[in-house]
């Protein structure tokens, strides 16, 4: 090869004309045989959940890597992020991309990843911002009386206190009376996030499955409340997406109202290991204050799977498992069969902080009555073995999905007319 022209700062534009590369007197039909053969890179780089292949040579610049990930994705370069090349901050766009050590140890392409919003597309940039990075969760169905003196202390009441003070509630629909009252978590309770970056994210494929069989089976005896630890924005949209709320709502549920992250306030809950912890918390007492004629501790009950969000109302909340993979878990999910099929038994009893929610799924196997003339939850599974899926896995603690809905079959063409 010409080896003389083997120099890379001789490929590099020239400062007064830096939009013309330097072979621009080339013609097509004239190249420049000068032009050294220079090592490619073939970089990956992770943005929105998708991997994209990123070809720079040793003369490419920050700027033109910058300038490709513009092409590939859309994002301009003064939003881009770029994380995982460089410790701390990347060097200028004139800097030779060879500079940001390109290769890891054994000589493969680094990975690294990119942040940033396409140009059009700013509106859509909600997202849920519960706090998975603080994953410490108490359990208090084990732990409820240190939850209780929680809930005593003074400082937290003078806060629940502020918080109905100073928050009002959009009503959806009105409270009828009568009836009791669910609070929903949206994120991992109802719904998978998880994959809420990927472009092709429709909240109704990533719905917890049996949403709308259990809201269908709970709505005539409990008014509902979604209440989620994010921006309200996300939490509408996902609703409406949901078929939960808005005019194109396939099923009229009574969505009382939404709860967002503003009303959450930190309480300093203890760990096992004696350890103070700080979080965020879901304070039922604000629904009570605002619902007074309607909703009390006594018939509400708060679903959710982080139980340190019912530190102040330990006695109200039914820990579910989280849903997190719901690409996987559509026929073996079963968590909204057994708490639908317990919200229905709770009907009947006369104080939800008499009972030991931690024990819902159990229930099943125990003749608490449910509600005359509803048709029992565990049907659903039985339903769905005729139909083909996998079976449902056996909820934790034994008690067969089978076992109890064997004597259901056929319960729901029973009310079919006689003769
Ligand atoms: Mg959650």
Known sequence: MDATMADGTALKAPQDAPLEPPIAATTASEPDLALPAEVVYALVCSWKGQKLDVNVVASDTVGD?????????????????????????????????VSLGLLQGGGAPKPFMMIGTPEGEEHREVGPTENRAAEVDI???????????????????????????????????PPRPGKKLVVLDLDHCILDTTLWKEDNFVAEHFARPYLHEFLR????????????????????????????????????????????????????????NGQPHKHEVKALGLLWAKFPDFYSSANTIHLDDLSRNFAMNPKNGLKVKAYKDALFNTHTDTELVYAARYLLQLVNAPDFTQLDHSRFKKAAKYPLPLPPGV?????????????????????????????????????ASAAGPSA
């Not at 460089?86 to 766009?93: A, H, I, S």
């Open 139 to 173: 359990d208090y169905t084990a732990a409820q009386a240190a939850a209780s003196a929680a809930a005593q202390g003074v400082r937290n009441r003078r806060k629940l206190k502020e918080t109905i003070d100073s928050v009002t509630l959009d009503i959806m629909n």
């Open 217 to 272: 089976a709970v709505s005539p005896f409990y008014d509902i409340v979604v209440w989620s630890q994010t921006s309200w924005r996300w939490l509408e949209q996902k609703l409406m997406e949901l078929n939960m709320i808005g005019e194109g709502a396939q099923h009229q549920y009574n969505v009382v109202t939404t709860v967002d992250r503003k009303p959450m306030f930190n309480v300093y809950s203890t760990r096992e």
């Open 375 to 411: 048709v029992d939850p565990l049907t659903w599974l039985k339903k769905d073995d005729e139909a083909g899926p996998p079976p449902p896995a056996a909820p934790e603690g034994g008690g067969g999905a089978g076992e109890g809905a064997g004597d259901a079959e056929g319960g």
């Open 65 to 97: 890597l910058k300038a490709m990930l513009w092409s590939l994705t859309s994002v301009p370069v003064d939003r881009q992020k770029i994380v995982g090349l460089v410790k701390g901050k990347l060097p200028g766009d004139e800097a030779e991309v």
